[in-house]
């Protein structure tokens, strides 16, 4: 079975430091999102590419996050600097971008800001 | 701007029994498509079932169904014969037909009980 691939698994870190996790869709598929799970807010939107281009970043405080897809097979999600506040589970899923084509999803980083 | 509704944070329901999970939306589109999704302790994201807005005919798939409710802008998902592996959070979702962006709701944390 094809899998998004998410690294690392689990990160640790203290505030202030730089974060990046990485992300490696279903080949195929042209469409990435980035999520975050917390408690409050469920499943944030936080970015999403189609064709590797920005679609939408609406929902990612751009002052210390950043969103790139470097090529159809890497994305990542940088945070910098860290925030006890960022803790959370950040999702990477594709999808085929067509029709209702559902989402695929990694099995998630779970970041803690110490 | 699109937005889902899980009224629900909690719920419990006795094995073998039903269940229904409730997820209201707004937006103001005609063409777009509504999700469920499971998630297990495992934290794996597993879609449950989907749904076209353009077809009034509800959803199945085995023990899951949902009550499609277009003008209300409702859909409900109904767990039939519950088991223990039902335990999960579940996500409502809605993907936009255009520009292709999923939308998720804060979750509903469903326990099935022995």
């Known amino acids: 079975d094809a899998r998004v691939t998410q690294t690392p698994r689990h990160k640790v870190t203290e505030m202030g430091q730089e974060v990046t996790m990485r992300c490696q869709p279903i080949l195929g598929h042209n469409t990435v999102f980035w999520y975050r799970q917390t408690m409050m807010q469920g499943l944030e939107l936080l ?13 990612m405080p751009k002052d210390r996050f950043s969103a790139e897809m470097p090529d159809a097979t890497l994305a990542t999600l940088k945070i910098q600097p860290s925030e006890p506040r960022d803790s959370a589970v950040y999702f990477c899923a594709s999808a085929q971008g067509v029709d209702n084509s559902p989402l695929h999803f990694g099995n998630g980083t779970r970041l803690t800001v110490t | 701007a699109q937005t889902v509704t899980q009224s629900q944070p909690e719920m419990s329901v006795q094995e073998a029994e039903t269940v229904t999970l409730s997820c209201t939306y707004d937006t103001s589109e005609n063409n777009y498509y509504l999700f469920w999704y499971k998630q297990p302790p495992s934290r794996q994201m597993i879609l449950v079932i989907r749904q076209e807005a353009y077809k009034q005919q509800n959803a199945t798939e085995n023990r899951f169904s ?5 003008a209300a802008k409702s859909f409900s998902l109904k767990i039939s014969d519950s088991q223990l592996g039902d ?4 996500f409502c979702a809605y993907l936009t037909s255009g520009t292709y962006k999923y939308i998720f709701g804060t979750g509903t944390r469903l326990k099935v009980l022995a």
């Not at chain 1, 970015?47 to 929902?59: E, V």
């Open chain 2, 87 to 90: 335990t999960a959070m579940y």
């Open chain 1, 47 to 59: 970015a999403y590419f189609r064709n590797r281009a920005p679609l939408d970043d609406s929902g």
């Open chain 2, 66 to 70: 949902v009550n499609f409710q277009k």
